[in-house]
């Protein structure tokens, strides 16, 4: 006769584990859309700029992701050159609509842009103002990296290697941060190593890191755009590929769900005026 008590803890045990299995996949689906708070600081993602025409179409599409993702929200593009609004254009704008606002940097790297000029301009805007961190080594923005190397004809296999190409910048806190990204990748695609490039201000080079890597064995080698956008640098470091180069990161759907990442994180902080005066 089957004994009562060890069916229910048969019952239970398995329910259990139905419960934790079904908890672990629910972690990993997206986050459901959700409504801003009221009054909740204006989103300015803001760009480098560019004389690309396919850039400024690129981050729009990038925003209304991010529209999509948390309808309500007020959602701006600004640049920092080379395109309008510029960032005090677009924070003259959202004080005369009575609104804070936080800058977003789309750069994957602290750099002057994001160090300098993008606290810059909060300090002087006409609303509080906060900066938010670069996009920076993240998983989402390694899922967004794999990804774009997968729809690029990207499969592993013998003598692979990756060399991941971004902008560049004189300050070491950037290469720093593109080393980090490079390391998560590589973890990513399976132990591939992957290799920093840069098109400008440090080294190695594309060309270069390409060398690096055919001196040990890795000759099936993709270039990955680490850049938001098209543009010169991500047109100048794909050419460079010898077998294929992803496309730029764009309107991915794992970059916009790190954009508002970086927007929930910097909005609960003081704005750039305040911070100077602690």
């Known amino acids: 006769m089957t ?20 908890g672990t996949r629910l972690s990993h689906l997206p986050h459901p859309r959700t409504r801003p708070p009221m009054n909740a600081p204006t989103l300015v993602a803001v760009g480098h700029g560019s004389r690309d025409p396919r850039a400024r179409a690129t981050l729009s599409r990038l925003l209304d992701r991010v529209r999509e993702l948390r309808p309500g929200l007020d ?51 006409p609303v509080p103002a906060r900066v938010a961190a670069p996009l920076g080594a993240h998983p989402l923005l390694v899922e967004a990296l794999a990804d774009r190397l997968a729809e ?21 806190r950037s290469t720093a941060e593109t080393r980090r990204i490079a390391a998560l990748l590589g973890e990513r695609l399976g132990g591939v190593p992957v290799v920093p490039a840069y098109a400008s201000a440090a080294a190695p080079t594309v060309p270069e890191a390409l060398r690096a890597l055919a001196a040990r064995g890795r000759h099936r080698v993709a270039v990955a755009s680490c850049f938001t956008a098209p543009g010169l640098f991500a047109t100048r470091t794909a050419a460079h590929a010898p077998w294929l180069a992803s496309a730029p990161l764009g309107d991915h759907p794992a970059l916009a769900r790190l954009v508002l990442h970086r927007y929930d994180r910097a909005r609960t902080t003081l704005p750039v005026r305040e911070l100077a005066a602690v």
């Not at 004994?3 to 079904?22: H, K, V, W, Y």
């Not at 080379?82 to 704008?93: K, S, W």
């Not at 690029?152 to 070491?172: C, N």
């Open 3 to 22: 004994d009562p008590d060890s069916t229910f803890d048969s019952a239970a045990g398995l329910l259990g584990r139905i419960t934790e299995q079904l």
């Open 75 to 125: 959602v701006r593009l600004a640049h920092i050159e080379l395109n309008a609004p510029l960032i005090g254009e677009a924070l003259a704008q959202t004080a005369a609509d009575g609104r804070d606002a936080v800058l977003v940097p789309l750069l994957l790297a602290p750099g002057h842009h994001v160090t300098h000029d993008l606290p810059a301009a909060a300090a002087a805007a």
């Open 152 to 172: 690029a004809g990207w499969t592993p296999g013998e003598g692979d290697g990756v060399v991941l190409a971004s902008a560049g910048s004189r300050d070491p």
